[in-house]
């Protein structure tokens, strides 16, 4: 498996990203606004979208990847998700209202988009790829993710805070060699932290005390302005793991 980060950003500015990843060529995790750095000729060949959550800067990009593809492609992008996402870009996206519903246009039998649905733990093969959704805790419904290739694992998390399910499954991961986890806000902030359901350096800390696995890892979803602030305080505060900060256009390759 290849996976090229496209946006990795908790906002946007002077080339900031959210958060969006592509799988090999045909596999978006999370489509936020970081797909805008493909080309159309790549952007075509997005068979399917895997989301994380509903949050805006996880999906900014599905209304117009599927408006600039769907009558270029012969068959319809899906779009995989836990029951609670879908029905929100149901109600509140695909709606009509704030953009039209592409699993109805052209026409009911083959539409631009469809839905999947996901259900926690249980693994999908994506042309052989091993993918799996983990626990995460957000402000709303929401999964991390397993990529499996057979010779190693990678691991995003996702929105999350602290989660102990995350853990008792990541730490099940024999091949387990990335891991993606989100720190969005520096520790001053780690009352939002908490209110917003995600992770700040001590947070994080005391959360990666549950990790058993030797894992290299990835810091992701930092808040521009207080992103060299939020790096700083992880090396103070988590030197035994050496976080690195996550990149746009770093390529895993696993």
């Known amino acids: 498996m290849k996976l090229r980060i496209l946006g990795c950003s908790g906002g946007i500015g002077s080339g900031e990203q959210t958060t969006a990843m592509l799988l090999d ?48 492609r012969n068959k ?53 790829r091993a993918i799996t959704p983990l626990p995460a805790h957000h402000a709303v419904p929401t999964i991390g993710f397993r990529l499996d290739s057979g010779l190693a694992s990678l691991v995003f998390s996702g929105d999350t805070t602290t989660n102990d399910a995350f853990w008792v499954a990541v730490n099940k991961i024999v091949n387990l060699q990335y891991l993606i986890i989100e720190c969005a806000f520096c520790n001053q902030n780690r009352d939002i932290a908490i209110r917003s359901r995600h992770f700040c350096p001590s947070l994080l800390a005391e959360d990666l005390e549950k990790l058993e696995r030797n894992v290299e890892i990835f810091i992701t979803h930092l808040k521009p302005g207080e992103a060299d602030v939020i790096m700083e305080e992880i090396d103070q505060c988590i030197r035994n793991y050496n976080p690195r900060r996550l990149e746009n256009n770093q390529l895993f390759e696993f």
């Open 25 to 72: 060529d045909d596999v978006l995790i999370d489509a936020g606004t970081g797909v805008g750095n493909l080309s159309l000729s790549e952007m075509i060949k997005i068979d399917h979208i895997l989301v994380t959550h509903a949050h805006l800067d996880h999906v900014a990009s599905i209304p117009f990847l599927v408006d600039t593809v769907g009558s270029i």
């Open 76 to 128: 319809p992008i899906t779009i995989h998700a836990i029951q609670p996402t879908l029905d929100t870009l149901r109600e509140h996206l695909f709606n009509w209202h704030l953009w039209p519903d592409f699993t109805k246009i052209p026409n009911d039998i083959s539409p631009y988009m469809r839905y999947e649905t996901l259900s926690l733990g249980d693994t999908i093969f994506l042309d052989g």
